[in-house]
């Protein structure tokens, strides 16, 4: 089964910066998509980022300048950099994989790690 763990969450003023680690083990296809989603309480779930199989990159809009996803060649590491922090990017981030990025929030469809809490104060 494939395995998701996630590192590097933590408490940053507003405009700080934090790079989220996550690492996959168990089977892997080469075609899934893997990306980040987040959620705060009360807040709906939401895909922040993801690669697709093709290498082609999407990003949330209200992250999009701010945040940076990458992935090494190996494809066992993703990445999240996250700078210009604002309180409202306060919630638990997921590492995830999915066979279509657009599966990401399906949790049937996906798999996910356990999260890394990111705080970010005003």
């Known amino acids: 089964q494939v395995q998701l763990a996630e590192f590097g969450g933590g408490s940053v003023q507003a405009g700080g910066s934090l790079r989220l680690s996550c690492e996959r083990s168990g089977p892997y296809v080469d075609t899934y998509c893997m990306g980040w989603v987040r959620q705060a309480p009360g807040k709906e779930r939401e895909a922040v980022a993801s690669?697709?199989?093709?290498?082609?990159?999407r990003y949330l809009d209200s992250v999009k300048g701010r945040f940076t996803i990458s992935q090494d060649n190996t494809k066992k590491f993703l990445y999240l950099q996250m700078s210009s922090l604002k309180p409202e990017d306060t919630a638990l981030y997921s590492c995830a994989t999915a066979g279509d990025c657009g599966w990401l929030l399906l949790r049937l469809h996906s798999y996910w790690g356990q999260g890394t809490q990111v705080n970010v104060s005003s």
């Open positions: 690669i697709d199989s093709d290498g082609t990159i």
